[in-house]
């Protein structure tokens, strides 16, 4: 998460101010280092740049830049995994999570819902386990 200049309509008036913050998919290197890149609010649209954990600086003047954007992800990765990622209508941050696992041919877990009620936690996952081999996991769990 990294926080954003803009304010939600509903925090409008609250006190203190309550900035919108954004999810980003960042990938940490061998020695623990993010490795940087750009990522746009889905709220204004500003570009940041995503240095460190939770830390980013926006890039002042840009509101368009070299991000990477849902049809870009959709084009590298196979078509029933894109498809799955549009029927739950994943943001920006999923989609590059999958397509990292993929490309790195790493086995995981992607949680593509989360609901919370009365203490019990709903959702789907989606598991990869390898190359070709994906499948969509219920899961439920007290809180």
Not at 20 to 28: K, L, M, R
Not at 39 to 49: E, F, K, Y
Not at 79 to 92: A, K
Not at 112 to 138: A, H
């Amino acid at each position: 998460m990294v926080e954003c200049h803009c304010v939600l309509p509903q925090y409008r008036n609250k006190v203190p101010t309550v900035y919108h913050s954004i999810t980003v998919f960042s990938i940490i290197d061998e020695s623990g280092t993010v490795i940087p890149k750009h990522a746009a609010c889905n709220n204004c649209g500003v570009i940041h740049n995503v240095y460190d954990i939770c830390k980013s600086e926006i890039i002042p003047g840009r509101e368009n830049g070299a991000v990477m954007e849902i049809e870009d992800a959709k084009l590298l990765l196979p078509d029933s995994v894109g498809q799955i990622l549009e029927s739950y209508n994943c943001d920006i941050p999923i989609w590059e999570h999958v397509l990292f696992l993929l490309q790195e041919k790493y086995i995981g877990t992607v949680t593509l819902t989360r609901k919370i009620d009365e203490g019990l936690i709903t959702g789907k996952l989606l598991k990869i386990q390898g190359p070709g081999k994906y499948s969509l996991e219920p899961y439920s769990r007290q809180e």
